[in-house]
């Protein structure tokens, strides 16, 4: 039981585009998940023919992410991304953080999404748009399948369950 990484990326991407952002900047990190959403987020730009940007931070955390990040936001209006995605959360808020720093507006300047749906990101100063991987749908899946287990039955084949988007403030249309 698990969530569908590569989905979530991929919704992440179609949310940036259906927002009409055309030059899109994904932050991702190690690990499978990442490159999982990541992966995710580029199939979806580039198959409906948007500019999308790779940058991976040596580490999952929001300092990493807006290290990563902090050049490419101080670029010209007319070479900046308009939107970025950052495989989770503390990463898109430490990309928030740093568009702060430069003056960037989110979501004026800058969409920001992020990846967890952790609780920081539904407070009303952050309000951040995220994608919900639904870990209490996860857990109830999970038990299920281990009580048919301990029931003296088999494991199902592994169950991809859908992400979900969590739309809040800080992504908005080009």
């Given at each position: 039981?698990?969530?569908?990484?590569f989905?979530?990326?991929?919704?992440a991407?179609?949310?940036?585009?259906?927002?009409g952002?055309?030059?899109?900047?994904?932050?991702?990190?190690?690990?499978a998940?990442?490159?999982?959403?990541?992966?995710?987020c580029?199939?979806?730009?580039?198959e409906?023919?948007l500019?999308?940007?790779?940058v991976r931070?040596?580490q999952?955390?929001?300092?990493?992410?807006?290290a990563?990040?902090?050049?490419?936001?101080e670029?010209?209006?007319?070479?900046?991304?308009?939107a970025?995605f950052?495989?989770?959360?503390?990463?898109?808020?430490?990309?928030?953080?740093?568009?702060?720093?430069l003056?960037?507006?989110v979501?004026?300047?800058l969409?920001v999404?992020?990846?967890d749906d952790?609780?920081l990101?539904?407070?009303e100063l952050?309000?951040?748009?995220?994608?919900s991987?639904?870990?209490?749908?996860?857990?109830e899946?999970?038990?299920?399948?281990?009580?048919a287990v301990?029931?003296?039955?088999?494991?199902?084949?592994?169950?991809l369950?859908q992400?979900?988007l969590v739309q809040?403030g800080?992504?908005?249309?080009?």
């Amino acid at each position: 039981m698990a969530s569908d990484e590569f989905a979530g990326g991929r919704l992440a991407a179609a949310h940036l585009a259906k927002l009409g952002h055309r030059d899109v900047l994904c932050v991702s990190a190690p690990g499978a998940s990442a490159a999982a959403r990541e992966a995710g987020c580029v199939a979806e730009l580039r198959e409906r023919g948007l500019s999308v940007r790779v940058v991976r931070a040596a580490q999952t955390s929001g300092a990493a992410a807006g290290a990563a990040v902090a050049e490419l936001l101080e670029e010209p209006e007319a070479r900046r991304p308009t939107a970025v995605f950052a495989v989770n959360d503390p990463m898109a808020l430490g990309v928030m953080g740093v568009a702060a720093r430069l003056g960037l507006s989110v979501p004026r300047d800058l969409s920001v999404l992020g990846y967890d749906d952790s609780p920081l990101a539904e407070y009303e100063l952050i309000s951040l748009t995220s994608i919900s991987g639904d870990p209490r749908e996860l857990g109830e899946a999970a038990g299920s399948e281990l009580l048919a287990v301990l029931g003296g039955g088999h494991a199902p084949a592994e169950t991809l369950l859908q992400p979900r988007l969590v739309q809040r403030g800080s992504t908005a249309p080009r």
